[in-house]
């Protein structure tokens, strides 16, 4: 199982963070969070009182910050060498981040480090324009999707194992309102790849999404195999 790129676009709640984690362990691949990227840009933004609306200075931010994925048992985010993985799943930096994310010079800079990082291959990237934009001929092209109602309620089950208060309504407008602005932005939004296979996640658990996601690689790693023969 070598050397793919499987590209992995979905909604907030879908599940494909998780399974991404998991099937890139299975394979022994890296994994790419390309949702965690942009959310250190946003904690950044915070960090330096940046007004998020202020597409300029936040462009400006963007350049001059160090961003790494290192994998040690699941993904830990460092932000100008600050450890920052458990802060840029806050709540604030949650409303932020589709702003900043729809920001030209903040995407184009995500985009260029996504290509260098998962150019040699055996990578899963998980994101919103992963199989769109940032590896157009991946190998692998999945696009998870999940009744919205049901996000909302795994988002409050996370919540809550956090020990974190939760309120499912305002969970709910909140993915809705985010589903809203990720599909509509004008660069690069959330879409379906054209040859992208859609895997519905509503009403399956993790562990059959990680087996799905697995023998539709293993498929293509046998057609890929037996072109070379
Ligand atoms: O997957 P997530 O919820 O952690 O992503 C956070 C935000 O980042 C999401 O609202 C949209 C944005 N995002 C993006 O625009 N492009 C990506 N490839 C990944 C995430």
């Known amino acids: 199982m070598k050397n793919l790129i499987i590209a992995i676009d979905g909604t907030a709640g879908s599940g494909k963070s998780t399974t991404a984690r998991l099937v890139a362990r299975r394979l022994q691949y890296l994994h790419i969070d390309t949702g965690a990227m942009y959310r250190a840009v946003a904690l950044a933004v915070l960090q330096n009182n940046i007004n998020p609306d202020d597409k300029d200075a936040v462009e400006k931010l963007v350049e001059r910050l ?41 995407r184009a800079k995500m985009v260029e480090e996504q290509r260098a990082m998962g150019k040699n291959g055996s990578v899963v990237l998980e994101g919103r324009d992963i199989g769109t934009v940032v590896f157009p001929d991946a190998d692998i092209k999945l696009f998870f999707i999940a009744d919205v109602e049901e996000r909302a309620r795994r988002r409050c089950r996370e919540l809550l194992d956090k020990g974190e208060r939760v309120d499912f309504e305002t969970i709910l407008s909140d993915i809705k309102s985010r589903d809203y602005f990720d599909s509509t932005r004008a660069i690069s939004p959330l879409k379906k790849a054209h040859d992208a296979i859609t895997i519905d996640t509503s009403n399956i658990s993790i562990d059959e999404q990680v087996e799905k996601v697995l023998s539709i690689v293993a498929k293509r790693q046998n057609v890929k195999s037996s072109v070379k023969e």
């Open 66 to 106: 160090k961003l790494r994925l290192r994998q040690n048992n699941g993904i830990e985010v460092l932000l100008n060498d600050e450890h920052v993985t458990d802060l840029i799943r806050r709540s604030d930096v949650t409303s932020i981040v589709s702003t900043i994310s729809s920001y030209e010079g903040v």
